[in-house]
């Protein structure tokens, strides 16, 4: 971490309604590595998650002081452009979303309205995002068919690739295997893996195995405040806070 | 313990009665519009405009306001569609966070929803004098489209509401602006604006209280905007108020044909709903 | 890139303008229509518009008492047929009826929705005034012509079944199942449940239903037209004539324009519709509107 990361989080509070969701967040993710967040559910994680591409924006009732920075701009300024913003980030949801159209368009719907129009340079475009996530071989004689065809875990896959396919910097991942079944779920963590080579990577998971397996860093929050923050080994295995010893026993041991 | 089980029986029995008159009542004014209007029917009445004498009893159709009813409906439609669907996005999509405009925003409609169709006619009517032209199939469509706006709106917001917000998440997170999303939305409910469709021009067919002072009467099909034009309630209700047997015998073929185009779309717009909450669950 | 943004913004304030434009709506027809009746109202005040009995627009007596209880009578009998019928419907719909005839049923009532209103016009004329004329009326008066606020009140109920039913159920399905089971392992008749739980908890919601039904049985006008006698009196009876507002507009706008004040009368009788409907259409959304935020919340 010699650089700017990523993504900086700075005094991030928000409120909802009246509700406090999260409580003085600061938070440097690393670049190209995992990071997952964990916590009990309505701790506020996928709060966070979300506020890292402004999602959160759409929320009924929400006000959010704070910073985040991303690239070293804070996406909360009134003059930041958003649809830029979103673009530098790939989410992959709890369940996976194929948009209305066909396996193909939904891979080139982003290269689209960001400007691609030629045929050849979209069609390499979604050669290379279906081959990323292994979906390739199993849909290269279908790519005109409804993306509802696909299984579960394919259409997962495939929205990994649409968001791939605007060739985002980060990749954030709320909860995204737990519709799948569990050889999804694996392939889906092997993807994680391998894609932190070009990616950082912020998943929210509430299985702490999940979070063991496919995480460099690790983020414990609990009532809306950051307990620990650290090395995937340190935080579950020599947790330094009471809350945390608490929190990963309560599942491991 | 008896003396409660034999009331429940009695509210049982009640309630089943009261469900039978209810759902029967559909078939008794179905089943007296075809028993009056089928002996009147003649191709004749879909094929031929009003002859001389024709409200006297003899040679005709009501050509005239099938044609007139289906330029009201429908230009009303189209244009209620240019103006509803641009609303129903913006309440949904671009006012972010801001439940409480929203909501009372879909009051309004609501309310607006209630107001009479006699109402809007008078209004239409009030729209007409001022700019000073006359009764004509463009005031109709004018005065109708007022009426099948908060239809139109209602119904497509609530299509709206059935759409996944994570569908819009993800298309807004591939950095896709409102406008963008809303595209995907409207692709995602293509099904619901039919339905909405149909239930605007079923209510704008049917309507007698909004043409009434609006789009005239005329024997003849109209050719342009300005000119008057019939609509099929209108006949029905003039037809009706004729002393001559003959020609209240056509009102009720009238009637039949109206209630069969309305009984149609019903059910057509019933099936898409039924499939379109079916292929959401 | 800017361009999509661009396009974005603009499209934005351009939908703005759409919604503010036709929600705006209910305030311009509002004052269209009152503008419209001032000359009225400089000659006569709200007061004696609404109490007078005098109709003789070519005197330039404008009393709209006899109108306004028409309507009333029309809708009250409406209501009081109406709404026993849909709530021991609805409650058969939403508590007793098997999934299997809830699927026959509730097709049935939403095709009825669909009707237009002149084919209820339609079918009054046909079915019930020969109904009253011949089997109902000779019972209690001596002549009728069938032609009364009886037969307007009948027709109308018939109208606004779909919509009371529609409403009720859906309060009726709102309520959690929890509840009713709580009153049903105390050992409570199912009946019993509803009687005791079911339709308190609704009952605001019955009455909404009860509110936009009125609304909407004020301002029907082509079906009462063709079955309520349309005679500018007081109804004493229900087998008296009667002649709602609605009726009165829809029947002389063709004379508005050629008797001195008439129009502006006619435009005052809608206005006065569209205020008793706006006022019934409000509380009715007020109630349902929080009814579902205490229920969901």
């Known amino acids: ?219 414990f929050v609990y009532g809306g405040k950051i307990i620990e923050f650290g090395p995937t080994e340190d935080v579950l295995l020599n947790p330094k806070e009471e809350l945390t010893r608490e929190y990963v026993k309560g599942y491991i041991s | 313990m008896r003396r409660r089980k034999a009331e429940e029986l009695f509210f049982k029995i009640l309630m089943l009665i009261a469900a039978i008159i209810v759902c029967g009542s559909f078939f008794l004014i179905v089943g007296t519009i075809f028993a009056k209007g089928l002996p009147y029917m003649n191709l004749d009445m879909l094929t031929k405009t009003p002859g001389g004498g024709f409200y006297i009893g003899k040679e005709g159709g009501i050509l005239n306001a099938i044609i007139g009813s289906l330029y009201v409906a429908g230009g009303a439609t189209i244009l209620g569609l240019l103006i509803s669907i641009p609303v129903a996005i913006f309440i949904n999509m671009y006012m972010n966070g801001k439940k409480f405009l929203s909501d009372s925003l879909r009051v309004a409609f609501d309310v607006l929803f209630g107001i009479p169709s006699i109402v809007y006619g008078a209004f239409g009517f009030l729209i007409m004098v001022y700019f000073g032209f006359r009764a004509s199939l463009l005031g109709g469509i004018i005065a109708v489209t007022l009426l099948v706006i908060p239809i139109l709106v209602r119904t497509l917001d609530e299509v709206i509401g059935t759409v996944p917000l994570e569908l819009r998440d993800a298309a807004l997170s591939l950095g896709a602006t409102r406008w963008e999303m809303a595209k995907v939305v409207l692709r995602q409910i293509r099904p619901g604006i039919f339905t909405a469709i149909l239930l605007s021009f079923g209510r704008a067919i049917g309507d007698v209280a909004s043409v009434l002072f609006t789009a005239g009467f005329s024997d003849n099909i109209p050719t342009s905007l300005h000119e008057p034009a019939a609509t099929l309630p209108l006949a029905i209700f003039f037809q009706l108020s004729s002393p001559v047997e003959e020609v209240q015998g056509r009102g009720y073929a009238s009637a039949l044909i109206l209630t069969i185009i309305v009984l149609v779309i019903t059910v057509l717009s019933e099936i898409l709903i039924k499939k379109f909450s079916k292929h959401k669950s | 890139m800017q361009i999509r943004i661009l396009k974005d913004k603009i499209l934005s304030k351009l939908m703005l303008v759409f919604t503010l434009a036709s929600v705006s709506l209910l305030l311009i027809i509002g004052i269209g229509l009152y503008v419209h009746s001032i000359p009225i109202l400089e000659k006569s005040s709200w007061g004696t518009l609404v109490t007078s009995s005098i109709w003789k627009p070519l005197k330039g007596l404008f009393g709209f008492y006899p109108f306004i209880m028409g309507t009333l009578w029309v809708t009250g009998i409406a209501i009081v047929i109406a709404l026993p019928l849909c709530l021991l419907t609805a409650l058969f719909v939403v508590e007793y009826a098997h999934a299997g005839i809830r699927r026959v049923l509730v097709p049935f009532i939403n095709l009825l929705s669909g009707i237009p209103p002149v084919i209820f016009g339609v079918w009054g004329v046909l079915f019930i005034i020969p109904l009253i004329q011949n089997y109902i009326a000779p019972h209690f008066v001596e002549f009728s012509t069938g032609y009364s606020v009886l037969a307007g009140g009948i027709v109308l109920a018939v109208m606004i079944f779909p919509l009371i039913v529609s409403i009720i159920s859906e309060v009726l399905n709102t309520i959690p199942q929890e509840l009713k089971d709580a009153s049903l392992s105390l050992g409570a008749t199912k009946w019993e449940t509803i009687k005791k739980i079911v339709l308190r908890k609704a009952l605001p919601g019955i009455i909404a239903a009860v509110v936009l039904a009125i609304s909407r049985a004020f301002g029907e006008t082509i079906a009462v037209l063709m079955v309520c006698g349309n005679n500018a009196v007081v109804p004493h009876s229900v087998f008296d004539p009667g002649y709602p507002l609605p009726a009165l507009i829809a029947n002389n706008y063709g004379e508005m324009l050629s008797i001195p004040l008439y129009d502006s009368a006619l435009m005052f009788a809608a206005l006065l519709l569209f205020i008793i409907i706006l006022l019934f259409n409000i509380i009715s959304r007020l109630i349902l509107a929080r009814l579902e935020r205490k229920l969901t919340s």
């Open chain 1, 1 to 219: 971490m010699t650089k700017t990361p990523h993504i900086s989080v700075q005094h991030l509070n928000v409120h909802i309604g009246n509700q406090h969701i999260l409580n003085d967040i600061n938070i440097n993710i690393p670049d190209k590595k995992v990071t997952s967040i964990i916590g009990p559910s309505g701790c506020g994680k996928t709060t966070l998650l979300r506020s890292f591409n402004r999602l959160l924006d759409n929320t009924p009732g929400v006000s959010i002081t704070g910073k985040v920075l991303v690239d070293g701009e804070d996406i909360y300024d009134p003059k930041a452009e958003v649809t830029h913003i979103r673009k530098k980030m790939g989410l992959l949801s709890q369940r996976p979303y194929p948009l209305p159209m066909s396996i193909y368009d939904n891979v080139a719907y982003g290269p689209r309205i960001h400007g691609i129009r030629k045929k050849q340079e979209l069609d390499q475009l979604v050669e290379e995002q279906l081959k990323a996530t292994g979906l390739w071989n199993e849909v290269k004689d279908r790519l005109n068919a409804s993306a509802t065809r696909l299984s579960i875990g394919q259409q997962q896959r495939l929205c990994l690739a649409r968001g791939l396919a605007v060739s985002p910097e980060i990749i954030l991942g709320d909860e995204s295997t737990s519709a799948l079944d569990p050889v999804s779920t694996s392939i889906i963590e092997d993807l994680f893996i391998s894609l932190k080579e070009k990616y950082s990577i912020v998943l929210v998971t509430h299985i702490l195995r999940q979070a063991r397996r496919v995480s460099d860093y690790i983020v």
